[in-house]
Structures are given as C-alpha cells and as structure tokens.
C-alpha cells in the first residue's frame, strides 16, 4: 500500500504565500474597482478562486485586509523608488537625462499599476482616515523627495521648491489614469493609444525641465 506524503512545513508556507498574495490581488482589484464599503470579504474569496471564509481566516477582517493591501501598494512605491535612485546615481548621466528616466519609470509604474492610483483617490475622497494612521505611506513620500533632490542633484534650501517638483511628477501621471474615460476623452486624446504613453513621458519631461531650466538660470548644467 502506497505511503501518503504529508507536504512540509516549506510548502505549507509557500502555499500560504501564495494565498496570501491571490487574496492580497483579488481584494485591491475590487477595493478599487467597487470602493471598500461595497466589496465583501465573500466577494474578495471568490474572485481569489477560494473559499468565502478564506479571506477573513488570513486577514481577519475586511479593514486589516483593505489596510494590507494599502500597504502592498506602498512597498510595491518604496521598492520602486530605492530601484531608480540605484540605477540613476549609478548611471553617470547628465540631471536631463535621469529626470527623462525618472518621469518614464515612474510613469510606468503606475501605468502597470492602475488600482494604486485609483485605491488612494478613493481614500482621498472618503472619510475614513486609514491613509493618516499609516506611518509607511509618510516614509515612502518622504524618501521618494529625498531620492528626487538626489538624483537631480538639487541644492535646493527651499525644500518645497523640489516638493512642488515630485508634486507635479506625481499629479501628471495620475491624471490621465482616473480621467482617462472623462476628460481626455473630451479633449480628444486616448489613453490606449499605442503612442500615447511616450507622448505623456515626453510631454511631463519638457514641463519639468522646463522648471528646472527656470530655476537655474539656464546655467550649463541643464543646457
């Protein structure tokens, strides 16, 4: 009679993992797509592809998981961030060339990443106040501005000048993902255009050059 093998304990924990994740991905889609009071643990297990119950065994409630993937969406910046700041201070280029670099990659972050966009303007139209109890969400802006004045190599002693700057980075990315169905369409332009995304990077690029170039006085270094 054939022995059955019990998995061990590593493969209990990747399962684990993996569930984790499938819940973690199932739940942001929906916060995001429906809102928090309209999505249901229930809806969260199915849409995983698991039981009703399951969501709530790992998580608890539906605000620890609606917190968590929150805090993905926030790790999932960080990481991004720390990757940039990497590759553009080992890069070598000239500040024009990393800001292009640094308005592509983040650009395609968040392309790649809609519901991130679209969970925090919900937060930020609700009344609930997750965002502010979130200590990450403030770290990962802050070092985003940190690594931003790094990478530029802006002495600036006004920090708000180079805040202003990541501000604007920030706001002409998200735009067109929350209003790709309302104002550009009005105006003519679509957002699933195959050229589309380049037109924007290229677009953000001259703008904030354009700022930088100002603030500088047209010096040699942003020629």
Aim: charged share 25%; with cysteine; net charge neutral.
């Amino acid at each position: 009679m054939a022995r059955t093998t019990k998995p061990d304990s590593r493969e209990r924990v990747r399962d684990a993992e993996r569930s984790r994740e499938l819940i973690l991905d199932a739940a942001g889609h929906l916060f995001a797509e429906r809102g928090y009071e309209e999505t249901s643990l229930s809806d969260v297990g199915k849409r995983a592809g698991m039981s009703r119950a399951t969501p709530g065994y790992f998580f608890g409630s539906k605000a620890e998981l609606h917190r968590a993937v929150l805090e993905r969406c926030f790790a999932d910046v960080r990481r991004a961030v720390r990757e940039g700041k990497a590759r553009a201070l080992a890069s070598g280029q000239t500040p024009d060339v990393i800001l292009a670099g640094a308005v592509a990659d983040y650009a395609d972050f968040v392309a790649a990443r809609p519901n991130f966009v679209r969970l925090i303007e919900r937060e930020a139209l609700s009344d609930r106040t997750v965002l502010e109890g979130m200590p990450l969400r403030l770290a990962v802006w802050q070092e985003a501005l940190a690594a931003f004045r790094q990478e530029l190599g802006l002495d600036i002693s006004d920090t708000s000048e180079a805040a202003h700057l990541l501000l604007s980075l920030v706001a002409l990315t998200w735009f067109p993902i929350v209003h790709g169905g309302t104002f550009l369409k009005a105006v003519g332009l679509d957002p699933q255009a195959p050229d589309f995304g380049e037109q924007r990077r290229r677009h953000i690029t001259t703008l904030l050059l354009g700022a930088l170039r100002e603030r500088a006085g047209n010096t040699s270094t942003w020629s």
